[in-house]
């Protein structure tokens, strides 16, 4: 057991585990320069090699307080290593705090809360791991790494999500009165993701003033044999969550007497059980998310035992902490945070869905950086030099608490820094009038909203915008909750075809509102705020129902031009209508019905008014496929549209017939209809002239040959004004696909330049690589990666180098590998499934040895012995037989990852292969070696060439080199010496591989081959060092 009830016992804890005891317990808080009259003691408990644990008695646990005292230890020097622990002066609570400077030099704060000395098994397997009895141990950079390992918030959300799994599978088993496992899962994640809501609202002891009250209810249950679903889950969810108290508001929906026995003459089960008097009831929260479910709780008999809550309790629920702080990045609790409900919506896609609607994840800081970055680039256009420099200032800038100061430190070029006197970038009152004015009237919608998070970062980012400016230029402090619900009824919007999207969204901006709010009693918690005209279920391509386009019917009018609307006093009033009674339902309690139904009798009208066939309008306006832009955001095409698209939009999104003849008709230059440039082209319609469209996408767009129309299109019909490249960086934890971050503006130019940056991994920052006009990027549109990824000097020399040979299939005749199942060769499913003509040993003699891949390395060919294939007219694609006999170099289609080098052996022997492997013999009146070519290809200078040219030879986890790419490789012919030098090479390589133990003698002799490469192409030394620059 880990008792932290005294100094003594958390010193006799840490002197268990390995650190060194301080003797001396009191220490002078006057030499810390700490004088804060909250902070009553100072104890410095241990000093091991000089990593310091101390302890700091103060009178509260407020954040505010334990991050000042860990801000000014950082602040007197930054490379202290330190464990902060934070108690009461009766040591019944403890915070631990670990901080560390990251690599952009900043202080990340990570928290442990332990209420009432109470362990959780999260507590429990932090404290042990930052043990040092067993560990290696040289100085305080080993501990602070220890420290680092164990306060990690990732470990504790992936275990989350992990168990979190298994109970939703054991929910979804074990619930009766639902026909389908799809209608399961889906009701299994609806109740879970309302108890975790619970979860965070009985933090604030909102739940009757009890902190464990969900808990100690479903042991009342056990004890007196009701059902926790049927006896407390229901009425709490129906009858008190949705429902207002009758005291204080009329209503015709009254709390039942089983619903007011929650709270009614309560008394607890569980022992230490504190109430919090002033909380006494269930609040009234609104909102919809205690309302009933029209699909699966309204005439529906479900029922769900005892157990399934025992197991989610049991083995998840109370096995975490919960915190109601949101994780900021740089300051976070190690806790179940309301982030994570989205998280778990993306996590909790089941692989054919995730296929079907290629959604994933992103992660938290990618989504503040795509943020930030719109920020700065729309009001670009919108502030004068001097006032957007203060802007931008603030944004790079916004988590620091220090903002303004006069020598601050200012990191430059991700790596060095500079003390700078920063007040100069301080808002005047006017100034900081004009940018909230302006933030006001932001428009901001993510047409793939997913589980919100694209929005939730914007909420964030907007609230501690107006927070630093109010305190900052205008002496006065913003209440949080109330900038965060006009934030979202202004600024915020969102749509998502999956209806569990919408619902999850909707939940986290709930939960968002509900962390700020700061009652003091059950009587002040404010009702939640109506969402449904603010996150919408809609499909954001497809504008169209039962053949009709509503978005087109509306262009032909000119929707969106005011000079038409001021000509239709009728349209105008609809408008203005919707408007007012969107307004009213935000904000709407018991007659929130009432208004809904008037608003969609408006829609009504608002669409007759443009269709004039009536006959074509769907009978009822009640459908959830049912989507208009034009008719469910009226206030904002009124206005031209948004002012910032932004979002992770699905990438290879599956299509039927119907939607692929409507989208190849509306978008025609885009390419195997990738989902992701749908819908930027897509976001380019939605935004108003010079609005921001932002996107993480996948990267492909960049060197598909096919995508040429889509990339001209995107940077003349709007501009393209930066790619932040993220090619090396696997963002996203349940998906290989790599990306890049583009920001474009809704206006066109003759000519400018495409900006492009690159991703420093060590500092985990972009840094400026280089800008191509379009002219350029116009002319070389087969692919823009080399363009992208090269200065102008490296690029030079990549033409440079293509100029000096001729095309390999001039002198070798070059093929893919053999197709063995195809179903449009008339193979059946069965036939493909079973792999019928594989096996592990010849069956016959036409049964040939297959090689994989990796049997292909640098120089040799190695068979695996194991896979054999049946060769002939059967086979899907069998290829000539002389690609499989007789002396020839094949290169396998993987490159090494790391080096770029390609994989090239060398073979006479009788074998097969898949396309994974090209094929390369020689032409009958050719008289360039094999071997020679065989040097060439396994060369530094074709890798480097592959890196700059191939489409796919930065495609994350398997770079590759494609059968046009080695048919177009530059062959450059040595003289006699040279050729008789690099066959005799390759040659000792022969011989060297054939022994053992000699690696370093073969990669002297590459170095040869390499030298000798470079001297071919005529390639200074100076050419050399510049092409070495591009991979190394």
Known sequence: MINLQSKENIQKYFSKIGYENNPIFAFDKTKLDFTYDWLQNAHLISNTDDFKIWIFEIDKLKTEFMNTIANRLYRRNPFDYNLLIFTTLDYSNTVFLHYHRDNDGKIKIRRLRIEKNRLTATDIRILSEIKLSGKEIIDDLDIAKVHKDAFDIERVTDKFFEEFKVQIDYFTENIKGLESNKDKKNYALLILSRLIFLYFIQQKGWLNGVKNYLYDRFQYCLLNDKNYFQDILKPLFFECLNTPFEENLFTKNKRSKQAKSLYENYEPVLDDIEIIESFHGIPYLNGGLFEANPYYEVNKNIHINNEVFQSIFENLLNKYNFTVREDLGYDTDIAVDPELLGRIFENMIIEEERSNTGSFYT????????????????????????????????????????????????????????????????????????????????????????????????????????????LHSMASRINIFDSKKEIIKENLYGVDREEGAIDIAQLRLWLSLSVEHNANSIEEIRPLPNLAYKIIQGNSLFPSIDGIDFDEEFNKLGYGQISLFEKTSKLHSIIDEIISKKNDYFHATVNKHEIKNSIKELESDLLHSFISDKKRIPESLNSRELFSWKINFPEIFENQGFDIIIGNPPYGAEFNEYEKTFLKSKYPNVADYESSQYFYLR???????????????????????????????????????????????????????RTVIKYGIKNTMNNYDLKYYNFDS???????????????????????????????????????????????????????????????????????????????????????????????????????????????????????RKYFTGPRVLVREIVNKQTGRLNAGYTEDEYYNTPSIINIIQKEQSKVSLFYILGLLNSKLFAIYNYGTSPKAKKGLFPKILVTDVRALPIKLGNKEQTYQMETIVHTIFRLLSEQGIEKEIEEVQLEIDRLVFEIYGLSNDDIHTLLSIID
């Open 762 to 880: 060590e500092y985990e920052g972009f840094y400026y690589k280089n800008k191509k006009p379009i002219k350029d990027l116009l002319k070389n549109d087969k692919t823009w990666l080399y363009m992208m990824r090269f200065t102008e000097e490296q690029e030079q020399l990549i033409k440079k180098i293509a100029s000096k040979g001729k095309p390999l299939e001039n002198y070798f005749d070059v093929s893919q590998g053999l197709i063995a199942y195809d179903k449009y060769k008339g193979h059946s499913p069965e036939t493909i499934k079973n792999r019928i003509w594989h096996s592990n040993y010849p069956k016959d003699e036409t049964y040939k040895p297959e090689l994989k891949g990796e049997d292909v390395k640098r120089y040799v060919v190695k068979w695996n012995e194991k896979v054999w294939i049946s060769y002939g007219d059967w086979l899907g694609a069998p290829r000539e």
């Open 363 to 470: 992660p938290r800081n990618i989504i503040n950086e795509i943020c930030k970055t719109s920020l700065i680039k729309y009001f670009s256009n919108k502030f004068e030099t001097s006032l957007y420099n203060k802007f931008e200032y603030l944004i790079l800038h916004l988590e620091d608490e220090n903002l303004y100061s006069k020598q601050k430190k200012v990191i430059i070029d991700n790596q060095n820094t500079e003390i700078k006197d920063c007040s100069v970038y301080k808002l005047t009152m006017n100034e900081a009038t004009k940018v909230l004015n302006e933030l006001n009237q932001l428009k901001i919608c993510d047409p793939a909203v997913g589980s919100g998070a694209f929005i939730l970062g914007m909420l964030h980012i907007l609230v501690e915008i107006k927070r630093k400016i109010s």
């Open 683 to 737: 976001g380019l319609e939605l935004i108003k002239p010079n609005g921001i469209i932002s996107y993480i996408t996948t990267n492909t767009f960049l060197f598909n040959v096919y995508a040429k129309n889509f990339r001209n299109e995107i940077i003349t019909e709007s501009i393209l004004d930066s790619i932040f490249d993220l090619t090396e960086v696997d963002v996203f934890k349940k998906a290989k696909v």
